[in-house]
Nanobody, 122 residues
């Protein structure tokens, strides 16, 4: 059994910062990429940022220069540092693990966390 558990969401004023964490639990051998997606009310889920096991990153244009993703492979944990937050960043943020392999050899194509709410007030 594999779980992704997010933490760090909350309410912040515009211009403020938050740091999200996502820890993958289970007998994990490897995870190809981890990332963050978000879904605002009435909108589709969208990519925010991803990071590979080698450290290569990808960001949505809307968050470049403000958000930073990092990863601790030993802890199977990914972080999202969000600075200069804007009201339009308000959303439920979901952690994602892409191509996760267990010690047993079982492979998941992708795993999702339960989501954490980020609310940015103006």
């Amino acid at each position: 059994q594999v779980q992704l558990v997010e933490s760090g969401g909350g309410l912040v004023q515009a211009g403020g910062s938050l740091r999200l964490s996502c820890a993958a639990s289970g007998s994990i051998f490897s995870i190809n990429a981890m990332g963050w997606y978000r879904q605002a009310p009435g909108k589709q889920r969208e990519l925010v940022t991803t990071i590979t096991s080698g450290g290569s990153t990808n960001y949505a244009d809307s968050v470049k220069g403000r958000f930073t993703i990092s990863r601790d492979n030993a802890k199977n944990t990914v972080y999202l540092q969000m600075n200069s937050l804007k009201p339009e960043d308000t959303a439920v943020y979901y952690c994602n693990a892409d191509r996760l392999e267990l010690l047993t050899g079982y492979r998941y194509l992708e795993v999702w966390g339960q989501g954490t709410l980020v609310t940015v007030s103006s």
